[in-house]
């Protein structure tokens, strides 16, 4: 049931590599970014950071097409720009401007490009896991080839939406991928005082599915888990549970570090100590896959793009109050 | 093609069955609609028909099989998810509120959801409290919905139609207790467009504006009342949402009286909007307070005895127009 984390078994080219590396960084860069500029209260809004989490949505982002769906949560930037999701757009939305993924309607918590297979982040915990099983079905309708794979954390394992869905997706073997980020935490209450279970992937046994569980701190042991669980998917034999275990670097919402010492700050630094961004340019580097060079012009590309986007979406026009009922509905 | 007498129930599954033929799209889940045909027999042959793939049935789960709907519904799919009872999609709302309702709007148009939910409410068999609300009020309440109930064969048919070529999320309400109705159904495929009320009897003395199965029972008050030479125009929505206004005030500028009628409980019903907008845009023409006749604020009682007093019927419906009639 346990994935293999020693990464020096799982094969790594320099091209995956760099692909993982480039989506952490994207993520981690977008995040701080978007983190200050809230802080500073140029940004409106609630913000969920995933910093920490990076290779979880890298690692299967890696492996899916824009055809393949996924749904995600309200710590949904992750998910978003590891399925190839543009900066432009993100910062704009999250500015609430017209040039953003939802025209300024969504914000941080509603990140949707249905061009890159991305169904929306959803702000009802559980909310994404009965819609990814209708993607899914979708799929299985069509008989196109496509998945879809919802994320979300360890407190929505508890919610009857994760039950309903892992469930019907098993009984119909639906082509669907549920990981379950375990970052520890169910906002501030700890996975031992919401669950009996130690191990999330066991749960997957009561719907007669396999339950995987992989260390999301290294993108490629859960690149690895996501294409065998996406093969899987894919040849018709129904969904996977993969438990990915992780944590979160900030605190649930905002930048601003712990209102309440709900956390041992050892725990934390423990976690920090397995950055996955860190964790895979030693891997690169020892393996002689990537130079330090290699790592260093992606942070500064990433760096630019980071700039640009701020920029586009300071620049970018707000929405006008006189289209406020605009798509309601479709007419 | 020509017209003939169908059932409420038959001239709906008609529908279901014609729309399936013509729109490969379109799918139906829900609990025990494929093998058994549904517990009101509303999807009689479809499984036989159009095979598992297209009709099937599914574990009780409510959250799954609207959230189902939704995801299958965001990938351009039709699907009509049952929900057997209208009660039931308390279990199910925040896959009908904030997902189904909200996706076109909070992702800035990106996504439309043409979802078909299909439900029956009412009360009236001595269903009790969790089998025989009718919550039309709730989901017409939340933008993005949609909310139909038909209240003859016709609309049974055309309404469900209507809904599944919509391209957003739509509730179709059934009535438990007009099922065996019969009327006239045209034998080809038609859609009633949502938010186009009908005038179910044209009149000068009053307005009615009834909704689902009280649109019967004010039509037989009506006929009650003709006798008397009261002339009452009786209009039915049709939708709740989107809301034919229109229609309902030009009916009340030209009667100067409105009593509103449903089987929801009064307080906080469809009822209340309606009066409020007509006295928005029709005060100057009212000859008397507009009026409500709907159930008392308490859960739908089981004693046969309860549940008559509970509901209201064309006696009482008649009773309030002679109320309504004396106000000068």
Redesign the interface.
């Known amino acids: 049931m346990t994935a293999p984390t020693d990464t020096e078994v799982l094969p790594a080219t320099r091209e995956v590599v760099l692909d993982l590396h480039r989506r952490m960084v994207r993520i981690r860069r977008f995040e701080e970014s978007s983190g200050k500029l809230v802080e500073t209260g140029e940004m409106p809004g609630f913000l969920h950071l995933y910093v920490g989490q990076e290779a979880v949505a890298a690692g299967m982002g890696s492996v899916l097409t824009d055809d393949d ?1 996924i ?1 995600s949560t309200h710590r949904g930037h992750g998910h978003a720009i590891a399925k190839g999701a543009e900066l432009r757009p993100m910062f704009a939305e999250l500015y609430g401007k017209t040039t ?7 914000g941080s918590m ?1 990140i ?3 061009n890159r297979g991305m ?2 982040a ?1 702000a ?1 915990v559980g ?1 994404g ?10 799929s299985q ?1 069509r008989d196109d080839g496509t998945v ?1 794979v919802s994320f979300f954390g360890d407190g929505a394992t508890n919610i ?2 994760f039950h ?2 892992v ?2 997706a098993a ?2 073997d639906l082509p669907v991928i549920f990981v379950v980020e375990n970052n520890g935490y169910a906002e501030f209450t700890p996975q031992e005082k919401h669950m009996k279970l130690t191990d999330i992937a066991e749960r997957a046994a009561s719907y007669g599915i396999p339950g995987v569980i992989v260390d999301g701190m290294d993108a490629l042991a859960m690149r690895q888990v996501s294409l065998e669980a996406v093969e899987r998917a894919k040849r018709g034999e129904g969904p996977t549970l993969i438990e990915a275990k992780t944590y979160r670097f900030f605190d649930h919402q905002g930048i601003k570090g712990m209102r309440i010492p709900y956390r041992d700050p050892a725990e934390v630094e423990a976690w920090k100590s397995r950055d996955a961004i860190r964790l895979i340019e030693t891997i690169g580097v020892e393996r002689g896959l990537v130079t330090a060079e290699d790592f260093a012009e992606i942070w500064a590309e990433v760096e630019a793009e980071i700039n640009d986007g701020i920029e586009f979406a300071r620049n970018s026009p707000d929405p006008d109050p006189a289209d406020i009922l ?5 007419v | 093609m020509s017209t003939r007498e169908l059932t409420y129930v038959k001239a709906f599954n008609e529908g279901m069955h014609q729309i399936m033929a013509e729109d490969p799209d379109v ?1 139906l889940i829900g609990e025990d609609v494929a093998g058994y045909g549904g517990v009101f027999h509303m999807f009689d042959g479809l499984l036989d028909t159009y095979g598992q ?1 297209r009709v ?1 049935d ?2 009780i ?17 039709r ?1 009509v998810c049952d929900l057997m009872f209208m009660d039931f999609i308390g279990v199910a709302m ?2 009908i509120f ?2 189904a309702a909200k ?10 959801v ?1 979802l078909t939910i299909t439900t029956a409410g009412g009360a009236g068999m001595s269903a009790a409290a969790q089998h025989s609300q009718s919550l039309e009020a709730w989901l017409a309440h939340i ?2 919905l ?1 909310v139909a109930l038909p209240a003859t064969p016709y609309d049974a048919k055309g309404l469900i139609v209507g809904a599944i070529r919509d ?2 999320p739509t509730i179709v309400v059934l009535q438990k207790k007009m099922l065996g109705v019969k009327g006239p159904v045209p034998e080809e495929l038609y859609a009633i467009p949502f938010g186009e009320a009908h005038v179910a009897r044209e009149g000068t003395d009053t307005t009615i504006v009834a909704i689902a199965r009280m649109v019967p029972e004010a039509l037989k008050a009506a006929e009650m009342l003709a006798s008397d030479g009261i002339s009452v125009e009786v209009i039915d929505p049709r939708t709740v949402q989107p809301l034919d206004t229109d229609t309902i005030v030009a009916s009340v500028k030209k009667t100067n009286r409105a009593l509103i009628v449903h089987e929801a409980v009064e307080f906080g019903g469809i009822g209340a909007e309606i009066s409020s907008q007509i006295q928005e845009e029709a005060f100057d023409y009212l000859d008397a307070p507009v009026a409500r006749l709907a159930a008392p604020f308490a859960p739908v009682p089981y004693a046969p005895i309860l549940e008559n007093a509970y509901v209201p019927d064309a006696a009482r419906i008649e009773q309030a127009v002679r109320r309504l009639l004396e106000r000068k």
Request: with cysteine; aromatic share 10%.
């Open positions: 769906q749904t953003g993924y939802c025209k300024g309607r969504g509603h949707v490009d249905m169904l929306g959803n009802i909310g896991i009965p819609i990814a099983i209708g993607a899914a079905f979708a309708y879809a009857g939406a309903e869905s469930n019907m009984v119909w605009d798509d309601v509905y479709t | 799918f793939k099937k599914t574990p789960a409510e959250q799954a099989i609207i959230g189902l709907g939704v995801g299958a519904a965001a990938r351009g799919l699907p925040d896959q904030n997902q996706m076109k709007y909070m992702f800035g148009g990106a996504v439309s043409p933008p993005g949609k391209d957003n």
